[in-house]
């Protein structure tokens, strides 16, 4: 138990905030890109222990949340036709799309399974010749290794009764786009350190170089996040913008190699849409041509699919940065996680479903309580 | 979901020609990938992301990170259904 109470070392926190009071001059926006982080962050109230001038705004890394509700639509249309067995991470199950979501269909009858891993699929599909068992690929890079190894072993060991609904996102792509914006408020980030863990960081090295902005690739614990935050302030403080990689324990500039290269031979880069962002050109993977068969998308031939976001919800703003979720006027009241309107409410790694949790959709009444006692007194 | 959760390799087996591996998870015990951790034998600690070690970890890592995610609730994934032989077959 002695290095749980390391981490919770309030001290050594707090001498790291006080090294980024003493080295801060001016203020800084930095995005943390991973939901894993901002549910930690939220968590462990971060964010409100760092400088007025230091704000962090949270990024798109939440892969439930940016799965387009075009593609759940098309999952609920495949999960229903007779013969198919659809698998899911258990994150995906209780997402809405336009009617409803997967639990409601389980429940009126279509066989819907949850599976810890990809590789289930497999055993599920030999067990269950005469089905069509189609898994729901979403994702970010984290994900791609396992997702990419269900494709290429049924691929190889010829389990034709298998195919996958993919989804999947990319980082550097979407912090490229937020880079872009007019609006962009951001100016510095904390890298995804479980995705860099499978891709390293070199990919990061452009991003940073032509847009000057410095990225540190940096872990989810409550100390990984403020040194973090400390090397970003530092970079920004002395006007340098490289990558510098705060979670060496974990991972070095490679990644993890064997991950990528299996990654690489199943999938390719294309055009993926984002939930509440809309399509970023060339951040997201499909299917090599090799793995047709064992695409979902082809073999069901769901048509493409029109929806409508509700036009209250702000979720593409808060993803690029440009807003939080207290900027929202149904935040908390119409929009909760039991009644998402989008993006950033559908998962627990969203940051309106963090803010939710940790119950700051209450803080909104605190300042005019206050008010309403002054003015009393 | 992006967090993969240390664990402990217990044993390696092989399946149709996959290095697999049984990781104990706290008080869970559930079976991963090894293949892209191909240095990975028993007795280390691995970072297991859905099915499948992506990493190496220290002890003293593995039980500060495995002591975070439980107090972020971030461990539901373990508790999906295991799929052996027989619940294949049927539906949950």
Same mark, same amino acid.
Not at chain 1, 110 to 124: G, Q
Not at chain 1, 227 to 249: D, F, K, W
């Given at each position: 138990?002695?290095?749980?109470?390391?981490?919770?070392?309030?001290?050594?926190?707090?001498?790291?905030?006080?090294?980024?009071?003493?080295?801060?001059?001016?203020?800084?926006?930095?995005?943390?890109?991973?939901?894993?982080?901002?549910?930690?962050?939220?968590?462990?109230?971060?964010?409100?222990?760092?400088?007025?001038?230091?704000?962090?705004?949270?990024?798109?890394?939440?892969? !439930?949340?940016?799965?387009?509700?075009?593609?759940?639509?098309?999952?609920?249309?495949?999960?229903?036709?007779?013969?198919?067995?659809?698998?899911?991470?258990?994150?995906?199950?209780?997402?809405?799309?336009?009617?409803?979501?997967?639990?409601?269909?389980?429940? +009126?009858?279509?066989?819907?399974?949850?599976?810890?891993?990809?590789?289930?699929?497999?055993?599920?599909?030999?067990?269950?010749?005469?089905?069509?068992?189609?898994?729901?690929?979403?994702?970010?890079?984290?994900? %791609?290794?396992?997702?990419?190894?269900?494709? &290429?072993?049924?691929?190889?060991?010829?389990?034709?009764?298998?195919?996958?609904?993919?989804?999947?996102?990319? !980082?550097?792509?979407?912090?490229?786009?937020?880079?872009?914006?007019? +609006?962009?408020?951001?100016?510095?980030?904390?890298?995804?350190?479980?995705?860099?863990?499978?891709?390293?960081?070199?990919?990061?090295?452009? !991003?940073?170089?032509?847009?000057?902005?410095?990225?540190?690739?940096?872990?989810?614990?409550?100390?990984?996040?403020?040194?973090?935050?400390?090397?970003?302030?530092?970079?920004?403080?002395?006007?340098?913008?490289?990558?510098?990689?705060?979670?060496?324990?974990?991972?070095?500039?490679?990644?993890?190699?064997? %991950?990528?290269?299996?990654?690489?031979?199943?999938?390719?880069? %294309?055009?993926?849409?984002?939930?509440?962002?809309?399509?970023?050109?060339?951040?997201?993977?499909?299917?090599?041509?090799?793995?047709?068969?064992?695409?979902?998308?082809?073999?069901?031939?769901?048509?493409?699919?029109?929806?409508?976001?509700?036009?209250?919800?702000?979720?593409?703003?808060?993803?690029?940065?440009?807003?939080?979720?207290?900027?929202?006027?149904? &935040?908390?009241?119409?929009?909760?996680?039991?009644?998402?309107?989008?993006?950033?409410?559908?998962?627990?790694?969203?940051?309106?479903?963090?803010?939710? %949790?940790?119950?700051?959709?209450?803080?909104?009444?605190?300042?005019?309580?206050?008010?309403?006692?002054?003015?009393?007194? | 979901?992006?967090?993969?959760?240390?664990?402990?390799?217990?044993?390696?087996?092989?399946?149709?020609?996959?290095?697999?591996?049984?990781?104990?998870?706290?008080?869970?015990?559930?079976? *991963?990938?090894?293949?892209?951790?191909?240095?990975?034998?028993?007795?280390?600690?691995?970072?297991?992301?859905?099915?499948? *070690?992506?990493?190496?970890?220290? *002890?003293?890592? *593995?039980?500060?990170?495995?002591?975070?995610?439980?107090?972020?609730?971030?461990?539901?994934?373990?508790?999906?259904?295991?799929?052996?032989?027989?619940?294949?077959?049927?539906?949950?």
């Amino acid at each position: 138990m002695k290095y749980i109470d390391e981490y919770r070392n309030a001290r050594l926190a707090q001498s790291i905030v006080a090294e980024i009071r003493r080295i801060q001059t001016r203020p800084w926006v930095i995005m943390e890109v991973c939901g894993g982080q901002t549910h930690s962050i939220v968590k462990h109230g971060i964010d409100r222990l760092l400088p007025e001038g230091v704000e962090l705004v949270h990024g798109p890394g939440c892969p !439930v949340c940016v799965t387009p509700l075009e593609m759940i639509d098309k999952a609920h249309a495949i999960a229903i036709r007779p013969g198919v067995i659809f698998c899911s991470f258990g994150d995906m199950l209780r997402v809405p799309g336009s009617h409803g979501d997967l639990f409601a269909l389980k429940s +009126q009858g279509a066989d819907i399974r949850v599976v810890y891993s990809p590789l289930d699929c497999l055993k599920i599909a030999r067990a269950n010749p005469d089905r069509r068992v189609v898994f729901f690929a979403i994702g970010f890079e984290t994900t %791609a290794p396992a997702n990419a190894m269900l494709v &290429f072993r049924a691929h190889q060991e010829g389990v034709k009764n298998v195919s996958v609904l993919v989804s999947h996102s990319l !980082v550097p792509p979407s912090i490229t786009y937020i880079l872009q914006s007019p +609006q962009n408020r951001v100016q510095g980030f904390l890298g995804p350190g479980h995705v860099c863990a499978i891709m390293g960081y070199r990919e990061y090295e452009p !991003v940073s170089a032509r847009y000057k902005v410095p990225i540190v690739v940096t872990g989810f614990e409550p100390l990984d996040l403020l040194q973090g935050t400390l090397m970003v302030v530092r970079q920004l403080e002395a006007g340098t913008a490289i990558v510098e990689n705060q979670y060496s324990r974990i991972l070095d500039r490679d990644g993890n190699v064997p %991950a990528r290269k299996l990654v690489n031979s199943v999938f390719e880069v %294309a055009d993926r849409k984002w939930r509440g962002v809309g399509w970023i050109s060339k951040s997201g993977y499909k299917l090599r041509w090799e793995f047709r068969d064992h695409d979902a998308e082809k073999i069901f031939e769901v048509k493409e699919i029109d929806t409508q976001e509700p036009a209250e919800c702000i979720s593409g703003q808060i993803l690029k940065g440009i807003k939080k979720p207290h900027d929202c006027p149904v &935040f908390g009241t119409v929009c909760t996680p039991l009644t998402p309107l989008g993006a950033t409410m559908v998962s627990a790694e969203g940051a309106c479903a963090a803010y939710y %949790a940790y119950g700051r959709h209450l803080d909104r009444q605190k300042p005019q309580t206050v008010v309403q006692i002054g003015g009393a007194a | 979901m992006c967090l993969a959760i240390p664990g402990k390799v217990l044993e390696e087996f092989d399946r149709n020609g996959m290095r697999m591996a049984k990781v104990q998870f706290g008080g869970i015990v559930r079976e *991963a990938s090894l293949d892209y951790v191909p240095s990975a034998k028993t007795g280390d600690y691995v970072l297991v992301h859905v099915g499948f *070690a992506i990493s190496t970890v220290d *002890a003293e890592e *593995a039980a500060r990170t495995y002591q975070l995610l439980e107090d972020m609730d971030q461990l539901t994934e373990l508790s999906a259904p295991v799929v052996d032989e027989i619940t294949a077959r049927k539906p949950q």
